[in-house]
């Protein structure tokens, strides 16, 4: 079953109210870590699909983070925590596709998504995107749920995509899927693929734009 846009905001705009409360903890590690590698790239981050902004307070106070999410009631989640919490290095919060965003090309040193590129419709038009809005040198940061190639696991993943796309996201998403668009898409370079919790489904991929 395939994901549209507006599916997808409903869909998160329900998850909002119970969003940390069910994927805070869960999703804890991986955050941490692509905020780290976010601060060690420096600049200015883009993170796409901020949802409510659980990873903001993560990023080192001298990294200008501008935030951007398909649903608007996880923003306003994020925009409370920012408030809460005094996190002045969050310069905005905007309602945005990940596949179209509106913003300048070359406008930041890294673009951070976390559990996002598989929760939108067509992954490769907003890997595009990311990659348009970086400056050469920065990273792509991702977090992801790589599916299985293989095996039982697969099977398992193809049933549940009916129910998961309601739910807002893919089960099935091979790591192929990045390998294949990193090696089509112009300067582009995989330097890391590291699995994360639970039960390594899940990995921090980072990417190099060289030109």
């Given at each position: ?47 796409v699909g ?35 919490l005094g ?76 129910l998961t ?47």
């Amino acid at each position: 079953m395939a994901l549209d846009r507006d599916g997808v905001a409903r869909a998160y705009g329900r998850w909002a109210p119970v969003y940390d409360l069910v994927f805070g903890p869960v999703f804890a590690r991986g955050r941490s870590l692509a905020a780290a590698a976010a601060v060690r790239v420096g600049g200015r981050v883009l993170e796409v699909g901020v949802g409510t902004g659980l990873s903001l307070p993560a990023y080192a106070k001298c990294r200008s983070v501008f935030g951007i999410d398909i649903s608007a009631p996880m923003l306003e989640k994020a925009r409370d925590r920012v408030d809460r919490l005094g996190l002045r290095n969050v310069e905005r919060l905007a309602v945005m596709d990940a596949e179209r965003l509106d913003l300048p090309d070359a406008s930041f040193d890294v673009v951070v998504a976390q559990y996002v590129v598989t929760a939108v419709p067509n992954p490769e038009a907003a890997l595009h995107e990311f990659a348009r809005v970086l400056r050469p040198g920065g990273e792509i940061v991702i977090t992801t749920r790589i599916g299985a190639e293989r095996g039982l696991r697969r099977a398992i993943e193809h049933t549940l995509m009916p129910l998961t796309s309601r739910l807002g996201w893919r089960t099935e998403f091979s790591f192929a899927r990045y390998a294949n668009w990193a090696a089509t898409a112009p300067g582009i370079a995989i330097v890391e693929r590291r699995e994360l919790p639970p039960l390594g489904h899940f990995s921090l991929i980072r990417m190099r734009k060289t030109g």
